[in-house]
């Protein structure tokens, strides 16, 4: 299978301990995208990355958040001093240059004891 | 900033039969993107059917297609001759046409219920 992978797909962890989730989009996609999707809701854009440079992030990203993608490949997600609140699904997608389809990896769902 | 409402929290179709599922969105720009997508139960979000701004005519793709109304701001997506399969999380979702920003918003979702 060469769609978007990501890891763990289940995390369950206690309040204040930290977590890293990992994606590796589809090969030679350059651009990686982060969301966050609670409950009920759609998806909620976390990040953007074109290659390895984070072009844009969204004002939901915290300062206890962190995302990288260090050779333009696979890129991490890393939540310190979680809080209950950020349980959700964490979906990863990829597209490539010139089009606009972003295509979605199966998530990372996280619950935040 | 731009937002994306689904007023449609569940709908319901008899399998064969079709479906209109509604999206409104708000924004100052004229050069955009809108799109469908389908999240089945436990699966990956795919692409559904796209429609540039740009463009008059109706997106189509087989028994999908969309009613493009750029005036009301309202993008809505038909389904025809439903199936079992088609039962899943529809979420509409705006991208801008600035090339520096390639983000979706997306609407809460509308749950599609399929009867047989």
């Known amino acids: 299978d060469t769609g978007v992978s990501q890891n763990p797909r289940h995390k369950i962890t206690k309040r204040g301990q930290n977590v890293t989730f990992r994606c590796d989009p589809i090969s030679e996609h350059n651009r990686l995208y982060w969301y966050r999707q609670t409950l009920g809701q759609g998806p909620e854009f976390l990040t953007y990355f074109q290659n390895e440079a984070q072009l844009e992030k969204s004002r939901l990203l915290s300062d206890r958040f962190s995302a990288e993608r260090p050779k333009g490949s696979f890129s991490t997600l890393e939540i310190q001093r979680t809080e209950q609140g950020d349980s959700a699904m964490y979906l990863c997608a990829s597209s490539p240059t010139g089009l606009d389809e972003q295509f979605f990896g199966p998530g990372t769902r996280l619950t935040v004891l | 900033a731009q937002t994306v409402t689904q007023s449609q929290p569940e709908m319901s179709v008899q399998e064969a039969e079709t479906v209109t599922l509604s999206c409104t969105y708000d924004?100052?720009?004229?050069?955009?993107?809108l799109f469908w997508y389908k999240q089945p139960p436990s699966r990956q979000m795919i692409l559904v059917i796209r429609?540039?701004?740009?463009?008059?005519q109706n997106a189509t793709e087989n028994r999908f297609s969309v009613n493009f109304q750029k005036a009301a701001k309202s993008f809505s997506l038909k389904i025809s001759d439903s199936q079992l399969g088609d039962a899943a999380m529809y979420f509409c979702?705006?991208?801008?046409?600035?090339?520096?920003?390639?983000?979706?918003?997306f609407g809460s979702g509308t749950r599609l219920l399929v009867r047989p």
């Open positions: 924004t100052s720009e004229s050069d955009y993107y």
């Open positions: 979702a705006y991208r801008t046409g600035m090339d520096s920003s390639y983000k979706l918003i």
């Open positions: 429609q540039e701004a740009y463009k008059q």
